[in-house]
């Protein structure tokens, strides 16, 4: 694991987007695997403004979301999928149905999970997966006790997690869902390249645990110490308790 801590979010982001614009310059037909929430939005303005430079292209590459949540309407603008589409999908140039995600609104949710899988695969598997990390260590939403050999499934968020994206549902815990789709850490830990952000004092414990602690399903993004090509970005907040 390849921990870096620098000034703001700003740097940090310049940094994720060398890793991903390196990889497009590469292989133009990457596929990307696309977190939401805050921490990679400096990376999604990064990456909006090198393509409006002309410096990187998604024309020819894929995207898969981490997660989603269970029963939100399909106009719902806190719908992962529709804050994806918003904060980044948008505003590059991928291709129309290149980007995809779990499908919250799913009749037979074991089956459309289990298809999630089947695309990933279908698709060579997640080249650059960018991640953020919750408070309570969750990477994508496998909340404190799930799997290291996890896949797609549905998950109860645990009330922090609710709290915690409170702030996305007017300050009220109520309307934040109970329920989401989220790839597991055994699909997260295919992916080739994880590149986690994290900023701020209330991420401090949780990176303590990711980096210095041991590897626990309490801790469910201890996982990634047994990544090959683990980045973890920081700024100097979050790597606050680090020793
Ligand atoms: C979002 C996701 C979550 C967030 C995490 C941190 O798709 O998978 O794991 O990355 O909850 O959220 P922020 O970045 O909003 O602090």
């Avoid at 934040?176 to 991420?203: D, E, F, N, Y």
């Amino acid at each position: 694991m390849e921990v870096v801590i620098l000034d703001d979010a700003r740097d940090l982001a310049s940094v994720a987007a060398d890793a991903i614009t390196a990889l497009l310059a590469r292989k133009p037909d990457a596929v990307l695997g696309l977190a939401t929430g805050s921490s990679p939005l400096a990376v999604y303005d990064e990456l909006t403004a090198r393509h409006g430079r002309g410096e990187v292209s998604f024309a020819q590459a894929r995207a898969f979301t981490l997660d989603e949540y269970v029963g939100l309407p399909a106009g719902h603008p806190e719908r992962y999928r529709t804050v994806i589409d918003r904060d980044f999908v948008t505003r590059v140039d991928f291709a129309p149905d290149a980007v995809r995600g779990p499908d919250g609104l799913a009749d037979d949710i074991p089956a459309s999970c289990a298809a999630y899988e089947q695309a990933i695969a279908d698709a060579g598997g997640v080249d650059l997966q960018i991640l953020g990390i919750g408070s309570v260590g969750h990477i994508a939403f496998n909340e404190p006790g799930s799997s290291f050999a996890s896949r797609t499934r549905i998950k109860t968020l645990t009330r922090q997690t609710r709290l915690d994206n409170a702030r996305f549902f007017d300050g009220d815990v109520d309307q934040v869902p109970t329920h989401c789709l989220t790839q597991g850490l055994g699909t997260i830990m295919a992916a080739r390249h994880v590149v986690l952000l994290a900023t701020g004092a209330s991420k401090a414990e949780a990176v303590h645990q990711l980096v210095e602690g041991p590897v626990s399903a309490l801790w469910p993004a201890t996982i990634l110490q047994h990544h090959p090509h683990a980045t973890v970005l920081l700024d100097p907040a979050a790597a606050g308790r680090l020793q």
